[in-house]
Nanobody
Framework: QVRLVESGGALVQPGGSLRLSCAAA????????VGWYRQAPGKQRELVAL???????DYVDAVKGRFTISRDNAKNTAYLQMNALKPEDTAVYYC?????????WGQGTQVSVSS
């Protein structure tokens, strides 16, 4: 089963930026879509950004124009560039492959937006 490891989370002020990374041990992103998900305290996990093997991207309305998903197939890594961060972006962020090929969930990376 594919193992994905997230990194890059931090505490930032509102309006700040972060880039999250999702590393895979195998070359998977060239053949599978990958998504960034987030789970805020007391809320369900939600998909916020998706990129297909062809490079098509999609975003939840709340992050459109602020977040950018990308991937580097040579490095087996996907990224989530997050700009103009808001307190409501505070959550644990995870990457995963959408069903039916979903991998086990990793530990995620904590993003906290606060002044």
């Amino acid at each position: 089963q594919v193992r994905l490891v997230e990194s890059g989370g931090a505490l930032v002020q509102p309006g700040g930026s972060l880039r999250l990374s999702c590393a895979a041990a195998v070359s998977i992103f060239s053949v599978r879509s990958v998504g960034w998900y987030r789970q805020a305290p007391g809320k369900q996990r939600e998909l916020v950004a998706l990129i297909t093997p062809h490079g098509t991207t999609d975003y939840v309305d709340a992050v459109k124009g602020r977040f950018t998903i990308s991937r580097d197939n040579a490095k087996n890594t996907a990224y989530l560039q997050m700009n103009a961060l808001k307190p409501e972006d505070t959550a644990v962020y995870y990457c995963n492959i959408p069903p039916p090929f979903r991998a086990a969930w990793g530990q995620g990376t904590q993003v906290s937006v606060s002044s």
